[in-house]
């Protein structure tokens, strides 16, 4: 392996976690670059997704147990920019890049340079921008991870999307449709347009419509709500059917409901993936994936975008932009 430095400063900005709790713990601070090892890249980051997982783990939920032994906690995993430095035989530097680095363990993506292995990572399409591939990482590899690899959904499939105007809500639609599935998709009535502009064969209204009165007969639901969307989207699956919720595990209640009607029910965590990464830059390049992003924030603007995602009311994804 050949090592090859683009890098002229040996300090970096980088947005530190002091302890979990509230937005004000994030800190901006001057560090070192990180080094790489072989098979690994140094990444000058252009763009950083925000996910809920960020604003949870902030706050000591979401995957926070997992990186609590970490000193000067950096968050975040979801980044595009150009390869500064690499020790890698299948990056060189300059090559533009994104991905999701190292999900669940420390991704360290609030920086200006990230270390990532070269597994993780694939070539950012030419025809999108940095932000636009910084928002096409964990949510969408979410939602492939889920509805290929997991649920291994086929064509004519009824697929239930719950919260599909959201991050991971939008990227599934799409890819869903791709897969051949006939989607149905819940959403407020203001996202109703966004939702069939997506692909999406049917809407219901959580406001104003149950599930039981407006579908039925599915075949897979994407769970990303948690308990109680699990509970009533149990009453619309049929037989035989599956449930996979990418927020919460399963209770007693649940497998017992579950169990009545032989359906499947489990909790899913997206893992890194290069190979998952190219699938999705084939998609993006070619315009059968397309990313949806409401928010643009400067990097010194990280808090606003974990006050904006927390909300629970994002509809695409936030970005911050370095």
Same mark, same amino acid.
């Given at each position: 392996?050949?090592?090859?430095?683009?890098?002229?400063?040996?300090?970096m900005?980088?947005?530190?976690?002091?302890?979990?709790?509230?937005?004000?713990?994030?800190?901006?601070?001057?560090?070192?670059l990180?080094?790489?090892?072989?098979?690994e890249?140094?990444?000058?980051?252009?763009?950083?997704?925000?996910?809920?997982?960020?604003?949870?783990t902030?706050?000591?939920?979401?995957?926070?147990?997992?990186?609590s032994?970490e000193?000067?906690?950096?968050?975040?995993?979801?980044i595009?920019?150009?390869?500064?430095?690499s020790?890698s035989?299948?990056?060189?530097?300059?090559?533009?890049?994104?991905?999701?680095?190292?999900?669940?363990?420390?991704?360290?993506?609030?920086?200006?340079?990230?270390a990532?292995?070269?597994?993780?990572?694939?070539?950012?399409?030419?025809?999108?921008?940095?932000e636009?591939?910084?928002?096409a990482?964990?949510?969408?590899?979410?939602?492939?991870?889920v509805?290929?690899?997991?649920?291994?959904?086929?064509?004519?499939d009824?697929?239930?999307?719950?919260a599909?105007?959201?991050?991971v809500?939008?990227?599934?639609?799409?890819?869903?449709?791709?897969?051949?599935?006939?989607?149905?998709?819940?959403?407020?009535?203001a996202?109703?347009d966004?939702?069939?502009s997506l692909?999406?064969?049917?809407?219901?209204?959580?406001?104003?419509?149950?599930?039981?009165?407006a579908?039925?007969?599915?075949?897979?639901v994407?769970?990303?709500?948690?308990?109680?969307?699990?509970?009533?989207? @149990?009453?619309?699956?049929? $037989?035989? /059917?599956? %449930?996979? =919720?990418? *927020?919460t595990?399963?209770?007693e209640?649940? +497998?017992?409901?579950?169990?009545?009607k032989?359906?499947?029910?489990?909790?899913?965590?997206?893992?890194?993936?290069?190979?998952?990464?190219?699938? @999705?830059?084939?998609?993006? $390049?070619? /315009?059968? %994936?397309? =990313?949806? *992003?409401?928010?643009?924030?400067?990097?010194? +603007?990280?808090?606003?975008?974990?006050?904006?995602?927390?909300?629970?009311?994002?509809?695409?994804?936030?970005?911050?932009?370095?």
């Amino acid at each position: 392996m050949v090592y090859v430095c683009a890098v002229k400063h040996m300090i970096m900005k980088a947005i530190i976690l002091s302890e979990p709790g509230s937005i004000n713990n994030l800190t901006i601070r001057e560090i070192p670059l990180p080094e790489i090892n072989p098979g690994e890249v140094l990444i000058k980051v252009k763009a950083i997704g925000i996910n809920p997982v960020d604003a949870k783990t902030r706050s000591g939920g979401g995957v926070y147990k997992m990186l609590s032994k970490e000193t000067s906690l950096i968050l975040g995993w979801d980044i595009s920019g150009e390869i500064a430095a690499s020790r890698s035989d299948v990056f060189k530097v300059g090559d533009q890049v994104f991905g999701m680095v190292n999900f669940p363990g420390a991704g360290k993506a609030y920086a200006e340079y990230v270390a990532a292995p070269d597994t993780h990572l694939a070539l950012k399409p030419e025809n999108i921008s940095y932000e636009e591939a910084a928002a096409a990482t964990l949510a969408p590899l979410t939602a492939l991870q889920v509805l290929r690899n997991e649920a291994a959904i086929k064509p004519g499939d009824r697929v239930l999307i719950h919260a599909a105007s959201g991050g991971v809500g939008h990227y599934a639609i799409q890819i869903a449709k791709h897969l051949g599935a006939y989607v149905i998709g819940t959403s407020s009535a203001a996202n109703r347009d966004f939702i069939f502009s997506l692909g999406a064969d049917e809407h219901i209204d959580y406001n104003s419509q149950t599930l039981q009165e407006a579908s039925d007969n599915v075949d897979f639901v994407l769970d990303s709500l948690g308990v109680d969307a699990i509970i009533r989207s @149990l009453e619309v699956i049929k $037989k035989g /059917g599956k %449930l996979i =919720s990418i *927020v919460t595990q399963m209770t007693e209640d649940i +497998h017992k409901k579950a169990d009545q009607k032989n359906i499947s029910t489990a909790f899913y965590l997206v893992q890194s993936n290069g190979n998952d990464m190219n699938t @999705l830059a084939g998609w993006l $390049k070619t /315009g059968v %994936l397309k =990313s949806h *992003v409401s928010n643009v924030l400067p990097f010194e +603007h990280m808090a606003k975008a974990h006050k904006q995602i927390e909300s629970g009311r994002t509809v695409d994804k936030i970005v911050v932009t370095i």
